[in-house]
């Protein structure tokens, strides 16, 4: 099923898009996935990100595309809590995607890594079934 709209230009976790990596300083794990998404209107972009636990460290790379231009937006993020801010306008109702790809590297304590997303512009933005998260040994 979808994940609840996202109204807010505040990022949110996605319910279903979190994976747990254990404690361990030096323990690396590949982190891959795909989130598919709608937006209410061609005027509405998105902003996706990962959270980590505390001491943890990440360097993934967001990629996604704007349906207007064609053009890639690619992000390189390496702090809990950032990543993709797309100003592309996808066309309203259609649903495009976003890729993330890199590793996370365990710290002190273990926990969860969960995408978070929220709408450019405070409107409707759906994350859609099919969307998904891999974290696993690198």
Not at 9 to 18: D, E, M, P, Q, R
Not at 100 to 114: I, L, M
């Amino acid at each position: 099923a979808d994940a609840s709209a996202v109204t807010s230009g505040t990022l949110a976790n996605v319910t279903g898009l979190t994976a747990t990596v254990n404690a361990g300083l030096g323990v690396s794990y590949r982190v891959d996935g795909e989130i598919l998404y709608t937006t209410p209107a061609a005027t509405d972009g998105v902003k996706l990100a990962l959270t980590i636990p505390s001491g943890a460290t990440v360097g993934v790379l967001w990629t996604a595309l704007s349906a207007d231009t064609g053009e890639v937006t690619e992000t390189y993020s390496t702090a809990s809590g950032s990543g993709l801010s797309s100003t592309t306008r996808p066309e309203s109702g259609t649903v495009w995607r976003a890729k993330v790809s890199g590793y996370v590297t365990g710290g002190t304590a273990g926990g969860s890594v969960t995408v978070q997303v929220a709408s450019e512009v405070a409107a409707s933005t759906v994350v859609k079934a099919g969307s998904f998260l891999r974290v696993g040994n690198k």
